[in-house]
């Protein structure tokens, strides 16, 4: 099972063995990680699972789609590293993938 | 928020949803609403009619959109459901029409919406915590012990206004200016004649009168992070001056979205522990559920029962064929209610699992912009409350506003128990 390392805006650091198939937003829902709300739920429509995926692991996510570059659009400090958690799912090619969070999600 | 809701005779209602045929339910009536007989007119829709069409009401037909999943559809489809010309299910009057860029759709909208957007942004936040909190203790220190008063008009309204202008930067001992406007907006009774609504007009050209004044000040002075400089120094935005019913528009959507929603939450708090005294005393069992009970709180009530959309083109929508041109209202009231989505949807539980899924907030493009400042001013009244008080008690039954759109509450009468006197 892959293993994904989400990093919080002050370096903290939890790791955590992911299930196969399970978003980034749920996984971080699941471990109760700090600084992602995902009020919607997963549904690409309210923007507070944003996060950044640094250049080495962006090439293994599917790009952006239209839905998600839309919802960015409301996120605070969003940059070329920016997605949204609830829209990359988990496989084994993203076995030790690091995960930034923002300061906050607005 | 531009236009009347339905105001009827109360002795017509009846609160026996089933007394009444399927496609005569119009939920536009506010009296619905004030009288609280809504919830289970709703909970016959979202079992016999999801999507529900009213052929007619006093401003047209409109589809009613009840459940959970299906509003949330709606509400991040803004290609096919336009959020034009109004939000609210009158359409405006054609001669006092206010543009406002939550009745926009791209890209008009998106321009609009991020040049407001950093005085409510977090980074805006951090900075404004202190002093809510010491306006927060300043008010519940001067709340009369023993005796009665109405939590509405000392707490709700006396904190939402004071952020209302630091969100301004609004002349502070004019603040009630505010109040007013944000009331004249959305009051019902401002539509039942035609000297009500010139009156309401009124009011509301004071309101541009006085802003514009703001706003030529502004324009000459260096940015700030208050809504009028933002506007005023944003390339996007600052010719907005010259289209002043636009300048109305936008002003009286951030004085009323920042200011009826964030008063009915901290209102609700006091009605929804009191109606739930279990619920009371595991809070003040446990304040770190405070974050998450200003979730719940602001889902149970739900400040704003719907938004509206146009359809702009022909769309087939659960088995229901939506005509271009229709008005299709998502009633969030109702989707926050949705037995099959939330488990004892009714209930306050202030320690709900994942409290934040709820759609008070609406979702898509449109979503609630100053959200965040919304829970922060209902968290820290309730952490100075705490720090305060050993019980709020509600002393009689709550009065709720004549509004289909707006949940909230004129009078919420209380009696203080300061913790050391218990």
Redesign the interface.
């Known amino acids: 099972m892959p293993r994904i390392t989400f990093i919080e805006h002050d370096e903290t650091i939890h790791e955590i063995t992911a299930e196969d198939g399970a978003t980034v937003m749920e996984v971080a829902?699941d471990n109760s990680i700090p600084g992602i709300?995902?009020?919607?739920?997963g549904?690409?429509?309210?923007?507070?699972c944003h996060v950044f995926i640094n250049d080495d692991w962006a090439s293994k996510i599917p790009a952006r789609e239209e839905?998600e570059e839309?919802?960015l659009?409301?996120a605070?400090g969003v940059t070329e590293f920016s997605r949204l958690a609830c829209q990359i799912e988990i496989n084994d090619a993203l076995d030790g993938l690091q995960v930034r969070l923002p300061?906050?999600?607005? | 928020m531009t236009d009347a809701t339905t105001a009827m005779n109360p002795d017509d209602l009846n609160p026996d949803p089933y007394a009444i045929p399927l496609d005569q339910i119009r939920m536009n009536q506010s009296r619905l609403f004030q009288n609280n007989m809504h919830g289970e007119y709703f909970r016959r829709l979202r079992k016999e009619d999801p999507v529900h069409y009213c052929a007619d009401s006093d401003v047209g037909p409109f589809w009613s959109i009840t459940k959970f999943d299906d509003i949330v559809k709606i509400d991040s489809n803004h290609k096919q459901f336009s959020s034009e010309p109004a939000i609210s299910i009158g359409n405006p009057s054609a001669d006092f029409t206010t543009p406002m860029f939550i009745a926009m759709d791209p890209p008009k909208h998106d321009v609009q919406r991020k040049a407001a957007n950093p005085g409510v942004a977090p980074a805006r936040l951090a900075d404004l915590e202190g002093l809510i909190r010491e306006r927060a203790g300043k008010i519940l220190d001067g709340l009369p012990i023993g005796e009665e008063f109405n939590w509405v008009d000392r707490v709700s309204i006396e904190l939402t206004t004071q952020m209302l202008a630091t969100l301004f930067d609004f002349p502070f001992e004019d603040r009630h200016l505010l109040t007013q406007w944000s009331d004249v907006t959305t009051n019902v009774d401002m539509f039942v004649s035609e000297e009500k609504i010139q009156e309401r007009r009124a009011s509301l050209r004071e309101c541009l009168a006085y802003f514009t004044r703001l706003w030529h000040e502004r324009a000459n002075e260096p940015p700030k992070f208050d809504f009028i400089s933002l506007l005023a120094h944003n390339p996007d935005t600052k010719d907005m001056i010259n289209n002043p019913m636009e300048l109305l528009g936008n002003l009286i959507l951030l004085i009323v979205g920042g200011n009826d929603t964030t008063r009915n939450s901290i209102s609700a708090g006091i009605v929804g522990l009191n109606q739930n005294p279990k619920e009371y005393d595991k809070l003040m069992a446990d304040p770190t559920l405070i974050p998450n009970m200003v979730s719940e709180i602001i889902r149970w009530q739900t400040p704003l029962a719907y938004m509206r959309r146009t359809a702009k083109e022909d769309v087939e929508f659960q088995g229901k064929q939506i005509k271009k041109g229709d008005k299709v209202v998502m009633w969030y009231v109702s989707g926050n209610r949705d037995e099959t989505k939330i488990e004892n949807a009714d209930e306050l539980l202030i320690d709900r699992a994942r409290a934040r899924q709820h759609m008070s907030f609406g979702f898509g493009i449109h979503r609630c912009m100053g959200n965040r400042v919304g829970e922060m001013q209902v968290r820290i009244v309730w952490e100075e409350i705490l720090k305060r008080f050993e019980r709020v008690e509600m002393v009689s039954e709550p009065v709720r506003v004549n509004s289909s759109f707006v949940m909230g509450y004129s009078e919420v009468m209380v009696r203080i128990i300061p913790k050391d006197k218990k």
Request: proline share 0%; glycine share 4%.
């Open positions: 829902l709300d995902a009020d919607c739920g549904q690409c429509a309210c923007a507070t839905a839309t919802m659009e409301l605070e300061a906050a999600q607005h």
